[in-house]
Structure formats: C-alpha cells, structure tokens
C-alpha cells in the first residue's frame, strides 16, 4: 500500500514537472508592468512594458516611458522600444527592434533580423549598418525579459548574444546572490544580476517564481535610469 501511495506521489510530481516544462516550452505567459522611473534619486516617469502574444510564436514586447515630472515632463521626454521576436529553442529571438527617442529632437533605431540571410539590418537615420545574425540573438530592449526568462528555467548564470549597432555582443549576466528588496509593489527576496563582461553599469533584482521581470533594475546603458516596479499583471 506504501508502495502505491509512493508510486501516485512520485507519478504527481513527474506530472507537474512535465507540465511546467511544456508550458515553458510553449512560450512565456503575456503580462503588463508598470514601473517608476527615476534618475539620481528623483522621481522623472513611468514605464510600461507589455508582452503580447500575436500567435505562432510570435511576440511583441513592447516598453513605453513618459516623462511625467520634472525636467522630462517639461520637454515632453517620452520613450518608445517595441520588440516582435520569435519563441526559439525555448528563448525570445528578435526579428525587429523599433526604438524612438523624443524630447527636444526626436532620434530612432530600426533593426531588422532576416533568419533566412542570417543577416541583421540596423537604420539610425544616419545610414544603414548590416552584420551577421547570431542564433538566439536579443536586443537591447529585450534583454532584460531574456535574462528572467532564462532565470526562470532555472539558470544561474546567463551568457546573451545582443544585437547593438555595428555588431552582436556576447553578453555575460551571473546571480550574485539574494537581498531583500523594496518597491512600490511590495517587498521581496530577489536574486540580484549583475554584468559580468563590461564595466557598464547593469543591476537587475529578479523573483523569477512570480515574475519574468526584474522588481528593480538600475542600468548606465541607455541612460543612468532606475525602475523599481509598481503593479505587474497577467491577463
């Protein structure tokens, strides 16, 4: 009797092992999050980042911040970085990275992944840049998702091919360690990652059993900004 009772445990657990792993497989789960924004210690704006599923392995991620005080709101200082990629090999591969900047001047990135060429496109107004894809490619708009996505399978240590201007670079990201965070969402025991290939300045606190996206995230790339989240849903 022992026997069986160990035997329908031992069938559950390898069930829900099974499950998760399709589910992963299948594709992250669509999800909005709003985060403050803020640079030096103030307050400057809101983000608002959305993953949505447009079939077929396809998705859009799409990260919108508003500058809604200071000298941001004066200017209009509003960001736009939409990404549609392709769930690969149980990972996000960008296919096109649209990102528009305006505040005084308006400047934009186009980059285009054709898989079949292997080749990538990149348009900044000032010329055309083309180089050769890597598979599993991301940008930089993505990476952050990537990172938790990889975390949530399981990874402890995270190496991305990021496509940039002129050229792929190989990203390297590693956990060192857990801390308690606090947030407008709450507080928590988050995994902090940090860069570990450059001296660029990338800290992300991740809780990879609620959400695909770090709680907190301070970065030099893009613009010396902090986002700490404030309410994250799933439809």
Do not use: C
């Not at 001047?105 to 060429?117: E, I």
């Not at 050229?167 to 956990?175: A, G, S, T």
């Amino acid at each position: 009797m022992r026997i069986l009772k160990l035997s329908r445990t031992f069938l559950a657990g390898a069930a829900l092992a099974l499950s998760a792993t399709a589910a992963f497989a299948a594709g992250p789960a669509p999800f909005t999050a709003t985060y403050q924004v803020s640079r030096d210690g103030e307050a400057m704006g809101e983000a608002t980042i959305t993953l949505k599923s447009l079939g077929n392995g396809e998705y859009e991620y799409s990260n919108q911040i508003k500058g809604t005080s200071g000298l941001a709101a004066m200017l209009g200082a509003n960001t736009s970085d939409v990404t549609r990629f392709r769930w690969n090999n149980n990972a996000p591969e960008t296919e096109t990275y649209h990102s528009k900047q305006s505040a005084l001047k308006t400047k934009q990135r186009l980059m285009q992944v054709n898989w079949n060429t292997r080749q990538v496109s990149v348009d900044d107004g000032k010329g055309t840049t083309s180089y050769a894809a890597t598979p599993g490619m991301v940008d930089r708009n993505t990476m952050p998702l990537a990172i938790g996505l990889a975390l949530q399978g399981g990874n402890q240590s995270v190496n991305l091919p990021v496509g940039v201007k002129q050229r792929v670079e190989q990203q390297q990201f590693k956990v060192q360690g857990t801390e308690a965070v606090q947030v407008p969402a709450g507080s928590f025991q988050a995994e902090r990652v940090t860069r570990t290939d450059s001296d660029k300045h990338f800290d992300a606190w991740y809780v990879p059993k609620k959400f695909a996206l770090p709680v907190k995230m301070a970065q030099s790339d893009g613009g010396d900004l902090t986002l700490q989240l404030v309410r994250y849903s799933t439809p």
